[in-house]
């Protein structure tokens, strides 16, 4: 007898009246050890963000590193030119004349960063993405609206889809759907 694999799924959300009541079933999941989740709401929900965000950003080290790397570069660029391939002495002044070497340097760390910050920000947050797996829930549409939505994911490493809607289920919500996978 051949077994059948169930459509994978995204994870299972939950959908409840009021930010209270996602930000208890939010506590609860995190205490109860569930650290890949996302809530989703009309408007900014004071102290959500603390419990629902996952580990810190390497963002700005990639800033940082992107900086450093254009201001070493735009500096290094111009001491070769000025000192090492075409040394010319205008009215005295030394070949290795650092003041000059300034705006320069200056402008190359700032496009640097930011070009650098930017790559790395679209590729961090999987931009552009024209489609989420949670668009896939009718009842999401008011996420913008008037309700408030909790989503366990999948990746999660206590995720189990009957263990979670359980779970989600004693915490007062309007419904617990599991989300497929798109």
């Known amino acids: 007898m051949e077994k059948t694999h169930p459509e994978p799924v995204y994870?299972?959300?939950?959908?409840?009246?009021?930010?209270?009541?996602?930000?208890?079933?939010?506590?609860?999941?995190r205490k109860q050890?569930?650290?890949?989740?996302?809530?989703y709401t009309p408007y900014p929900?004071?102290?959500?963000?603390?419990?629902?965000?996952?580990?810190?950003?390497?963002?700005?080290?990639?800033?940082?590193l992107g900086g450093l790397i254009g201001g070493g570069g735009g500096y290094a660029m111009e001491w070769y030119a000025m000192v090492l391939a075409y040394p010319i002495n205008v009215g005295g002044r030394p070949l290795h004349s650092w003041p000059s070497f300034?705006?320069?340097?200056?402008?190359?760390?700032?496009?640097?960063?930011?070009?650098?910050?930017m790559v790395a920000l679209l590729i961090a947050t999987r931009l552009p993405r024209l489609h989420?797996?949670?668009?896939?829930?009718?009842?999401?549409e008011r996420a913008t609206v008037d309700r408030f939505f909790l989503c366990i994911e999948a990746t999660d490493g206590k995720f189990s889809p009957d263990a979670v809607t359980r779970f989600l289920e004693t915490?007062?919500?309007?419904m617990v759907k599991e989300v497929p996978r798109c």
């Open 132 to 140: 989420h797996p949670v668009f896939a829930v009718p009842e999401f």
């Open 33 to 39: 050890g569930y650290v890949r989740m996302d809530a």
């Open 45 to 64: 929900v004071e102290g959500l963000a603390a419990i629902v965000e996952g580990k810190r950003s390497r963002l700005p080290l990639v800033f940082l």
């Open 102 to 117: 300034i705006p320069v340097t200056f402008e190359l760390t700032i496009l640097l960063s930011a070009l650098s910050g």
């Open 171 to 174: 915490t007062g919500p309007v």
């Open 11 to 29: 994870g299972v959300m939950a959908e409840y009246e009021n930010a209270r009541q996602l930000l208890a079933a939010a506590r609860e999941a």
